[in-house]
């Protein structure tokens, strides 16, 4: 199965999904039909420019969303939420191995303009869930009402072209977002809930992109989100060798100063403290369930020192290695 849309004003899901595969929509929801699937799309209008469409379903094929770039100016915001348990891949047409969506990773949360241009392939016969909300520009800037937005929120509030941002999803986030979507909500005051946890997912979101300090913004174009998933899969490719700027520049054909700032600017980190991060993070995860001891895991990552991995892995943790592997 495969769905191609452009997220224009007048765009809607739930009708165009229900024309393409001969399904009715009833009210606000769209029920899959078995010789499909099972499960179903929700759409919930909180405003005119302001609404909420869950996706909870299963299909019996592969399911292929394709969205086009939108084909006029529209200062829409699209922010999903891929609470998957099983892995959704983001594809592109150049990287080796797909982008893995799902509430465990970095890629739980995107946040984008309705100009960028993104291919994402759910497989058969697994749970698909993600949520997405759709607010215009001028609609968000009145509910966050910031006195002193940073560069990043300024760039999505200004209603410009080409911005992507990724985040991961917080224990907060994703309680909330169960709230959300695991309640169909009927009566007088369903409408009540479902902005309160809609502002509340958004509130959450926004704390974490205002502890960003990107200081300018570059339009993001396709060909440079294929450069950047090529970039981070090197970088994540051999945890022991830190990444070299020159090397990961030459491998794209991108300049290492746009490389640097675009890194920067869609994944909230420099190069190396990204690498950094996932460097601990494994760590941990061979400590804690590989069962391997501390000296096998520094020197598994590339550490010569092992007091330099042992503060390393502190600074991040809050506790020394050691102690992380025994449950301290």
């Known amino acids: 199965m495969e769905f191609e849309f452009i997220a224009n004003s007048d765009f809607n899901f739930l009708t165009s999904f229900g024309e393409k595969y001969d399904i009715p929509v009833y009210g ?27 996706h909870h379903y299963t299909l019996n094929e592969e399911f292929v969303l394709k969205r086009l770039p939108a084909d006029s100016t529209y200062d829409l915001v699209s922010i999903i939420f891929h609470s998957n348990d099983e892995l959704a891949n983001l594809s592109t047409s150049v990287q080796e191995q797909p982008v893995r969506l799902a509430k465990s990773t970095e890629f739980a949360i995107q946040i984008a303009s309705s100009d960028l241009e993104s291919v994402i392939r759910f497989p058969a016969n697994t749970a698909i869930n993600f949520t997405v909300i759709g607010v215009t520009a001028t ?9 002193q937005p940073n560069q ?24 909330t977002l169960k709230q959300l979507t695991n309640v169909h909500q009927n009566g007088e005051l369903s409408a009540l809930y479902y902005r309160i946890k809609v502002q509340e997912l958004l509130l959450l979101v926004f704390q974490q992109l205002l502890k960003r300090d990107t200081t300018r913004h570059s339009p993001i174009h396709k060909d440079d989100m294929d450069k950047l998933f090529i970039v981070r ?8 060798q830190p990444p070299h700027l020159a090397h990961l520049a030459k491998l794209v054909g991108m300049s290492e100063t746009k490389l640097k700032d675009l890194f920067k600017q869609v994944f909230g980190d420099s190069i190396y403290n990204y690498f950094q991060v996932a460097r601990m993070e494994e760590a941990a995860f061979l400590l804690k369930q590989g069962g391997y001891s501390v000296t096998d895991v520094g020197n598994q990552l590339g550490f010569t020192n092992l007091s330099h991995f042992s503060r390393l892995f502190e600074k991040h943790f809050g506790v020394k290695p050691k102690k992380y592997a025994l449950g301290g």
């Open 233 to 240: 899969s090197a970088v994540l490719s051999d945890l022991s």
């Open 28 to 54: 606000d929801t769209l029920n899959i039909p078995s010789r499909l699937g099972s499960g179903y799309v929700r759409k919930i209008d909180l405003a005119s420019d302001f609404k909420l469409l869950v």
């Open 152 to 175: 990043v929120i300024q760039t999505i509030l200004s209603g410009s072209p080409g911005f992507l941002y990724y985040e991961s999803m917080g224990p907060d986030v994703y309680k």
């Open 139 to 147: 609609r968000l800037k009145s509910l966050l009402d910031l006195q």
